[in-house]
């Protein structure tokens, strides 16, 4: 059995989706902004952020793979569902919030960023819950941030390990990596 130990807490995580949508709503209030959710890990997030947020929004999800399972990251990214697909032709003039649960490496983002800029978007932004620079191998800009991580990998909140632990309300860390 793994022991768990709690990195953040879920009402430290409560608190920073207030703040988070507080600083979201004055900037969006009056754009009906189309919030673009990177799955499987950003549904947690997605789903607390708009319920606090309380403005009118249209979301949507992408689905990015980067091959590899397990704790390593890769940089050969697949796009398995999204821009090409759901959300091809209603980006033009539309004011894009991309929502991550986690900026790591920073390439998957990069890859949606890019592809996303493509489409001409009137604006086009990042929110991440957490992120960890110290592993960062591309530059992504960072409009709104919930935690800055240490390099440690982290589970809970939507995040996974092996598809395991997704549904933890506290983010975690497993106790053999210290
Ligand atoms: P990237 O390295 O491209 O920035 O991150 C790609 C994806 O790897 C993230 O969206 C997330 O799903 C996963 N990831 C990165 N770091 C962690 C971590 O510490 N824990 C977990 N569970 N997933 C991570």
Redesign the pocket.
């Known amino acids: 059995m793994n022991k768990l130990k709690v990195l953040i807490t879920r009402e430290e995580i409560e608190r920073k989706v207030a703040e988070l949508a507080d600083e979201l709503r004055r900037d969006y209030q009056d754009k009906y902004p189309l919030l673009i959710g ?1 799955l499987k ?1 950003s549904f947690v997030f997605m789903s607390d952020l708009i319920r606090k947020l309380d403005i009118p929004v249209e979301i949507d999800f992408v689905r990015l793979s ?1 091959y590899s399972a397990g704790k390593e ?1 890769s940089d050969k990214i697949k796009q398995v569902h999204g821009v090409k697909t759901s959300i091809r032709g209603r980006i033009k003039g539309r004011h894009v919030l991309v929502i ?10 990069r890859f949606l960023l890019d592809r996303l800029g493509r489409r001409k978007p009137a604006s086009l932004k990042l929110c991440t819950m957490f992120d ?1 620079p110290s ?1 960062r191998v591309t530059e992504v800009p960072i409009d709104y941030r919930g935690f800055t991580v240490p390099d ?4 809970g909140y939507g ?3 092996d598809e395991k632990f997704r549904h933890l309300p506290d983010l975690c860390v497993l106790e053999d990596q210290e």
């Open positions: 990177a890990g980067s990251p991550e649960d986690i900026v790591d490496s920073g390439l998957t983002t960890k592993r440690v990998f982290v589970i995040l996974d390990l």
